[in-house]
Structures are given as structure tokens and as C-alpha cells.
């Protein structure tokens, strides 16, 4: 299959074809989670307790009376909630079940291609690294090449200036005023040629990219000592599990705990008995 080949599912026609794969859904009907008669009496209640006014024992009791009353009218709500969830919430664990045994089939699927596609991918760096590395070689050791071909030749002009100075000297003859073995620009030597050649040649091919996918690279990170990292890198937070540890058995009026660092407080609330 070429690289431009659009991928079907399609099978053939002489073969039984798999039935599609259905959810019942559910019946449409009302749902009823509190009824006129709990509303009418909420509404009630909801005037009483904008009006009253707690000032003494009589009163207090009247406030802690309502406030039992819809403690026990949240749990009958909660209650009905969940009875009215509970369909809706099987169907939805049956629609994830249903699913998952699809999408765990083609789990299986990227299981199988995702290594083999990323372990070609990593031959096919490893094959250019080594090439790379192979060209940097070359290129260093022909520059190597042309040091010592260059220290060579002026080894070769300095001995060679050396013996006319001594012809000079034996013939009693005056030194040229000046003497320069500077010669003007020459071509390139076939070494510094083979130079340029390994430098330009590219041996590194991108790395390939199949129609439908693309390679998601990534820079990730692992922290192997936290002591190590700089103030800023670091989160500085309390330890609230043993810090509520001290706490717990505490009872009104006993001796706050005491730790540097943590303040603590009593928080007073209300609460319904519900019965």
C-alpha cells in the first residue's frame, strides 16, 4: 500500500459483516425529584425563617427547629437525586463499558504499530548520527592533512631562503635587500577541494514523514534531587495530613495545639441533627 492509499475498514461482501454495536436507550419520562406539596411548604418555611428574629431560649429553639426540619428535607432530596441518577448512571457505565471494548481494540492496534514505527524512526537517526559523525571525521582529518602539508611547505621555504643566504655569503655577494617567498594566490589544493566537497555534502536525509501521522517530539524532564534546584524551582508547602493530625481529639475549651508557623482557631458552626 503506497503512502497516498486511504485505509478502509471495508469487507468483503461474500462474508458475514459483524453486527454494529447498540445501547438501548432509556424511556423518556418525567422526573419527579420533589413535588408541589415540598415546594409549598419550603416556601413556608423560607418566610418563617426570614422573619424570625432569635433574641431568646423561646426563639433559638424555634431557628434550631427549622434548621432540623431542612436538614431532614436535604437528605430527601439527596436522597431522590440519587435515585433519579441511578438509570441514567448504569446507562452511562454500560455506554463506557460498550465503548471500551472497541477502543481497546484499537489500543491494541497503535500497541503494536507505535513501536515498530518509532523504532524505525530511531534507526533511521542512529543511521544519520553515524553518518554525521563519520563526515566531521573526515572532515577533521583532512584538515589535519592540510596543517601539516602547510607547516611542510614553510619548513621548505625557510631552508630554502637559508641556502641563498649562504650562497650569498660564500659569494661575498651583498644579500637582496629584501626577500619574500610570499607567492600570490594560488588555487585551491586538492586537499582544501576535498574540504569544501565533505562540508557541503548533506548525508543527514530529514527524517521521513508518512501521510496521516506526525512525530510529536517533546522535551520532558525528571527531577533527581530537589535539594539541588534553585530557590525559585522549588514549591515550599505544608505537611496539612500531620499538621491536622494535631488537631484531632481536641475538644471546646482545652489548650489550643502550638507549632511554629501554624496559627490555630476555633471554627464554630450550626448543624442539624436530621432526626
Known sequence: MSGSDELTFDLPQEEPVSSAIVVQSLAVQPLVLVDEGFIAHLESVE???AQLAVKDDATLQSAATILNEITKAVTQVNKQ????????????????????QVTDRISKIRSVLDPRMLAYRAEQDRIAQEAEEKRLAE????QRIEREQAEAKRKADEA??????KAAEANKAPPPEEMSFESPPEEQTPVQKQIEQVKAAVVAPPASKPVGVRWIVTCKFEVFDELQLPPEYQIVSANEVKIRGLTMGWKEGQKMPYLPGVRFYEDRKVAGTGR
Open 47 to 49: 418566610k418563617q425563617s
Open 81 to 100: 437525586r440519587l435515585a433519579l441518577k441511578a438509570p441514567f448512571k448504569a446507562k452511562m457505565d454500560e455506554i463506557d463499558t460498550v465503548a471500551a
Open 139 to 142: 572532515i577533521a582529518r583532512l
Open 160 to 165: 630554502a631562503a637559508e641556502l641563498i643566504r
